[in-house]
């Protein structure tokens, strides 16, 4: 780009630069039910996060009698062990974010680069893909987690990586409808008359571009892996026990329903709850015109 | 129901590609059966035979089930036995897969064809709403499938229980009573499953039918048969309700397809000696043979669901009959 160039051609490269330029202007402001919702999760993973400092007991100490009804000391009660159900509850909800978040943030990468990679090279690469892509899908999500929970070993990372699995084919979907979409568009033309290279353009041009639609599939991804997750500790292959999952305390809560009401419904408070504000969010970015809902109107 | 008509070589043709289709995922189901086979952790042979089996014993069952082959003549043989229907032994109960899934599989497709029709009840009643966007009704469903999607289904399982079991004591907490025996019993001990299960499909199907009819309602041929002079029911009902059944068929497919799996949970929660529970302890107890029929019945389920998807569509879709579009 050091060359002199005529004016005329001058010219031309600014418009290029330009709608380069304007390709990224797209990002909208979060709209206030959107900040609210965030705003809400910040502050459930705050409070989660320093929950060491401040829970009143440790999250397997027990602290009370078994079974025990909600009360001053036990806001929950207490479960059949006399632990603390309202801390318990508190790790729980820090392990369901931290799956949908690490479930979000690397399904994500994942997924979205092999759908980028798949719908903007085409061909073979893209029909290999997309066959793999569609025949995961097939399956019902929990017996592909489940079966890699048998296959791997019961572990605290063996769920995060199922939710992984099976949300990068999401995720691929997705990028690649998106990408078929903005790869005809003029300022990807406009990229690749320049000279830049595929990557260039996938990372540079088509990523931000498709990011709005990605973001929403991300909260989708959150709240089904948060199910997920809950599931497979209800069914006994998630978390190990003495590491709190609110799955896994419904599973035990499920043997004492008729001595311990406040033990079955707290907990599932907590998987409803995150579960919610995730749909919600993803919905109210669909509605603000980032979705592939909204574009389809 | 419809009066039929298309091209009859059109329609083979369509209906042979997808039966096709249909067997290519079962081959492919069947290389991952085989695969997770070989992937669980430990010795099949060793845990087939037991603990306490001396080392001839596991050589014997190795060549009985013919696992010190190389990998592609177990594939075929396994294959081979599949076609003699056998499934192979459970490690666990010493009975065979064949008799565990004709056991099971009556108990769990009577609970989703229950749930099923639970789910459409609600979902008809709901979607009606979707006719006229705004309305209570609209809002009611919209609100409906973001709480319904967001309520784990084994939690609502268990606020079911605790409410109409524990606390009211009006229906069983769990437990299976044969509907075709006990007609009373029977559906006394479905009623809390298929609901939880029903509700859970609803919210989904929910979703989908208010917004397919949302799209169609706003469609020309919607317009033109209002400009007409035809009354809204008749406009919905003749013109409107079958492009909108389109997308909403196909949802309903994959939710029965996929409930082999959804009903894992339901099926805990409710202790329901379904398909759903024995593939759960197949899988913490790594019955090989269970979990590898298990894994080809679901595939089977999704490719079956499949093909009468596409057998809805030739009679919602002219366009298929008569090859034109699509």
């Known amino acids: 780009m050091t060359m002199p160039l005529a004016p005329e051609c001058r010219n031309t490269v600014s418009t290029v630069k330009d709608l380069i330029a304007r390709s990224r202007e797209r990002h909208r402001p979060a709209s206030s039910s959107q900040r609210a919702i965030i705003g809400a999760l910040v502050v459930l993973a705050l409070v989660s996060v320093t929950a060491s400092l401040w829970a009143p007991y440790a999250a397997s100490s027990q602290s009370g009698q078994s079974l025990a009804g909600p009360s001053w000391a036990h806001p929950f009660g207490t479960d059949e062990l006399g632990e603390d159900i309202f801390v318990r509850f508190i790790y729980g909800i820090r392990l369901s974010l931290l799956v949908a978040a690490s479930t979000a943030v690397v399904a994500g990468a994942i997924g979205s680069a092999i759908g980028m990679a798949a719908g903007y090279v085409g061909g073979v690469l893209d029909s290999a893909m997309m066959r793999a892509v569609d025949f995961m899908l097939a399956f019902p999500t929990l017996v592909i987690a489940m079966t890699i929970v048998a296959i791997v070993g019961p572990s605290t990372a063996t769920p995060v990586l199922a939710t992984i699995v099976v949300s990068v084919p999401l995720f691929a979907r997705v990028a690649r409808a998106s990408t078929l979409v903005e790869r005809q568009k003029e300022y990807v033309l406009a990229a690749r008359a320049l000279g830049a290279s595929s990557g260039r353009i996938m990372a540079r041009q088509i990523l931000p571009a498709i990011m709005p639609v990605l973001r929403v599939q991300a909260a989708i991804a959150g709240a089904l892996a948060v199910q997920l997750e809950a599931s497979l500790s209800f069914l006994g292959m998630g978390v190990r026990p003495p590491t709190p999952s609110l799955g896994a305390m419904l599973n035990t809560a499920r043997q004492y329903l008729s001595q311990s009401w406040s033990y079955g419904v707290f907990p599932g408070l907590g998987l409803f709850g995150i579960i919610m504000l995730l749909i919600m969010l993803a919905n109210s970015m669909a509605d603000n015109g980032d979705g592939p809902v909204a574009r389809k109107r | ?326």
């Open chain 2, 1 to 326: 129901m419809v009066p039929w008509r298309g091209n009859v070589r059109t329609v083979t043709r369509y209906l042979m590609s997808r039966i096709a289709g249909g067997v290519g995922t079962l081959a492919g189901g069947s290389v991952v059966a085989f695969v997770v086979f070989h992937l669980l952790p430990g010795n099949p042979a060793e845990i087939i035979a037991g603990t306490h089996a001396s080392a001839a014993q596991v050589a014997a069952i190795q060549r009985e089930f013919a696992l010190n082959q190389s990998l592609i003549a177990e594939f075929v043989g396994w294959w081979e036995h599949v076609l003699h229907g056998n499934l192979g032994v459970s490690v666990v109960s010493n009975v065979l897969v064949t008799h565990l899934l004709a056991q099971t599989l009556p108990v769990t497709l009577t609970l989703v064809g229950v749930s099923t029709v639970v789910a459409l009840v609600f979902t008809f009643v709901l979607s009606l709403g979707g006719l006229r966007k705004g309305s209570l009704l609209d809002r009611i469903a919209l609100g409906w499938s973001v709480v319904g999607l967001s309520i784990p289904t084994f939690w609502l399982g268990i606020l079911a229980i605790l409410l109409f079991a524990v606390h009211w004591g009006w229906l069983p907490a769990g437990g299976y009573v044969s509907p075709y025996s006990y007609p009373v019993a029977g559906l006394k001990s479905l009623a809390l499953p298929a609901i939880t299960f029903g509700i859970y499909m609803s919210a989904i199907f929910t979703q989908f039918l208010r917004r397919s009819f949302l799209d169609v309602m706003r469609e020309d041929f919607v317009r033109t048969a209002r400009a007409r002079g035809l009354r809204e029911w008749q406009v919905v009902a003749r013109h409107a309700s079958k492009p909108a059944m389109i997308p909403f068929v196909t949802v309903v497919g994959i939710a029965v397809s996929t409930s082999l799996g959804f009903a894992m949970v339901v099926e805990t929660v409710f202790a329901y000696p379904g398909f759903g529970s024995l593939f759960v302890q197949a899988i913490t107890a790594r019955d090989y043979y269970v979990v590898q029929a298990g894994i080809m019945v679901i595939v089977a389920a999704v490719v079956v669901a499949n093909i009468l998807v596409d057998v809805a569509y030739l009679f919602l879709d002219p366009r298929i009959r008569y090859g034109r579009g699509t």
